[in-house]
């Protein structure tokens, strides 16, 4: 496979030091951008829109510790073993993470956020408007496990 070099576009300034599992939308949070790559313009037209899509990268996970098969997620027996590619566990192998959160406000190279499940000092790969014409199309639906594991993943 091709190797993908990605440098990052900001970092995550968060209260949050290491990862946890529940209560992400307590969380305010901002990226700043790297002022060596951009100016606030990068930033401009962004506050028009309520949400946005992050994608970060979970720098801090221990490589001893990605998953490549399948696993209870959360280590629950009480859920199915599923694949990595069947949840969004931080121990992924490309330890990619991608979150929609609600726009705060723009303010120069500062894009501040609520809902970002992401720890301080994360690198940034890449910013997108959340657009409703991205959203999924027909049916959506996922297994009950899932449902369970988010109840308390945004609020307590």
Not at 105 to 123: F, M, T
Not at 137 to 153: A, D, K, N
Request: proline content about 6%; some cysteine.
């Amino acid at each position: 496979m091709k190797t993908i070099t990605l440098q990052a576009v900001g970092r995550v300034h968060s209260t949050r030091g290491k990862a946890e599992d529940d209560n992400w939308d307590k969380e305010k949070v901002y990226i700043e951008l790297d002022a060596t790559q951009f100016t606030p313009e990068a930033l401009a037209g962004l506050a028009d829109f309520s949400h946005v899509e992050i994608l970060f990268h979970m720098d801090q996970v221990d490589p001893a510790k990605v998953e490549k098969t399948a696993r209870h997620p959360r280590n629950n027996t009480d859920w199915p073993k599923v694949g990595i590619f069947a949840q969004r566990g931080k121990n992924r192998p490309n330890q990619i993470g991608a979150t929609i959160c609600r726009i705060l406000k723009v303010d120069g190279i500062q894009l501040h956020l609520e809902g970002l499940d992401a720890i301080d000092g994360s690198p940034v790969l890449d910013i997108k408007p959340w657009v409703a014409e991205f959203a999924p199309r027909g049916e959506v639906f996922q297994p009950q496990w899932i449902t369970e594991l988010m109840r308390s993943y945004w609020r307590s």
